[in-house]
């Protein structure tokens, strides 16, 4: 089992940039698939990105270009580097984890408690 822990959220002015990191408990790190999703007030959980134990990467169309996922697993610590932010970007930003990489949030039984990303125009 992995517990994810997010931090490095904030406010940042649009088109700045923000690193995201998760990193999470376990030995067993290295096997898991790491995938951030986001939920802004009054919408859906959606996705954002994701990084599978072999760093096969996929991204939601809204960030691709902008934001790049990469994992340490040393460290046990998934990034997600966000350039040119737009405050459509605004939400709490969550990690996830589990053994099969996917879109959908049901895939994942293990999450973190979410990091707050302001984006101000």
């Known amino acids: 089992q992995v517990q994810p822990v997010e931090s490095g959220g904030g406010l940042v002015q649009a088109g700045g940039s923000l690193r995201l990191s998760c990193t999470a408990s376990?030995?067993?790190?290295?096997?898991?698939?790491i995938a951030w999703f986001r939920q802004a007030p009054g919408k859906e959980r959606e996705f954002v990105a994701a990084?599978?134990?072999?760093?096969?990467?996929s991204y939601a169309d809204s960030v691709k270009g902008r934001f790049t996922i990469s994992r340490d697993n040393p460290k046990n610590t998934v990034y997600l580097q966000m350039n040119r932010l737009n405050p459509e970007d605004t939400a709490v930003y969550y990690c996830?984890?589990?053994?099969?990489?996917?879109?959908?949030?049901?895939?994942?039984?293990?999450w973190g408690q979410g990091t707050q990303v302001t984006v101000s125009s």
């Open positions: 376990g030995r067993s790190f290295s096997i898991y698939v």
């Open positions: 996830a984890a589990d053994r099969v990489i996917s879109s959908r949030s049901k895939t994942y039984d293990y």
């Open positions: 990084i599978s134990s072999s760093s096969t990467t």
